[in-house]
């Protein structure tokens, strides 16, 4: 019975060399090109610094008012538009202004990041099965991997920072819009694909023209997801020194502060709730026009 139960086990000075070889390995490369990855984000990092600086910076009711306005051009609706003025107002009337701007501004980033970097890769996974086959373990690992775990590999070459925090949030968030865009451009009618091809357009503009607008609801979702993610990620990232309303969530719960946790917890969802409506109600909109043909 003992013969099937036990498993057979690296002795624990083995698995302990193991150890030391690979630590030691991921220290030497920390040392030797650890800088060099640091500046290479420097560009980064000083148009995030500058875009937090704006947003805290500039009048409360400009910021109101042009987050309004987008949400109104993206959403075209007068009730959601006025949700997020007010949602706004009353996040500043209970002192978390500063805080939200920082998170703001860190999930704006991250989004752009993500989708800038998710969008080309997702369309190269639906032009290429092997492609599709090799992206596809990564991002089951990108995806299940605890939250927490991203941190360690981060700090340990980068330190501790913005950067590190929004490299973290953009590996957790990134793989709903790369795997979401390969299934919108992979279930694009073949029908239409063939009646563009029989126009004689070329592979550039049937994907622009064709493929990217018809897969537009799905990569919208994408994004949905992503952004959805990274604010879930932000909270965790507070613990290496991102500034937001993480940090007080954070607070609240190593001093047992309730309140202060609810308020910040609050201004999270409001920040997901307002997020949420907007990219569903353009992704509607966008279809709708696509549909109507106008």
């Known amino acids: 019975m003992s013969f099937f139960s036990d498993i057979p086990q690296l002795s624990r000075s083995e698995l302990i060399e193991i150890r030391k070889t690979l630590d030691n390995a991921y220290r030497e490369f920390s040392r030797n090109y650890g800088d060099d990855i640091e500046s290479f984000f420097d560009p980064l990092l000083s148009f995030l610094v500058w875009f937090e600086k704006l947003l805290i910076a500039a009048p409360w009711w400009l910021v109101i008012g042009v987050l309004m306005m987008i949400t109104h051009g993206a959403a075209r609706s007068i ?76 700090v340990m070459l980068l330190g501790i920072g913005k950067i590190p925090g929004v490299i973290a949030v953009i590996i957790y968030s990134i793989p709903p819009v790369i795997r ?92 997901a709730i307002m997020f949420d409506r907007v990219s569903q109600a353009y992704a509607k909109r966008a279809q709708r026009h696509l549909r109507s043909g106008s």
């Not at 969008?119 to 373990?137: D, E, F, H, K, W």
């Open 79 to 154: 009730k959601l538009t006025f949700g997020v003025g007010i949602s706004l107002f009353l996040i500043g009337y209970l002192g978390m202004w500063e805080d939200t701007m920082s998170t703001l501004s860190i999930i704006t980033v991250c989004t752009l990041m993500s989708v800038m970097l998710g969008i080309p890769v997702g369309i190269l996974m639906a032009r290429s099965n092997r492609t599709q086959a090799v992206l596809t373990p990564v991002l089951d690992v990108m995806q299940t991997m605890p939250a927490f775990v991203y941190l360690i590999p981060v």
């Open 180 to 271: 979401l865009t390969n299934l919108g451009i992979r279930l694009v009618d073949k029908n239409v694909l063939e009646a563009a091809d029989a126009y004689g357009v070329t592979t550039w503009q049937r994907l622009i023209n064709v493929q990217l607008p018809l897969a537009l609801p799905n990569i919208m979702a994408g994004i949905n997801q992503t952004i959805m993610m990274a604010l879930a990620m932000v909270v965790i990232a507070s613990m290496i020194g991102v500034a937001g309303l993480g940090q007080p969530v954070l607070k609240s719960i190593t001093n047992q502060y309730f309140t202060l946790g609810l308020l910040n917890g609050g201004a999270i969802v409001v920040l």
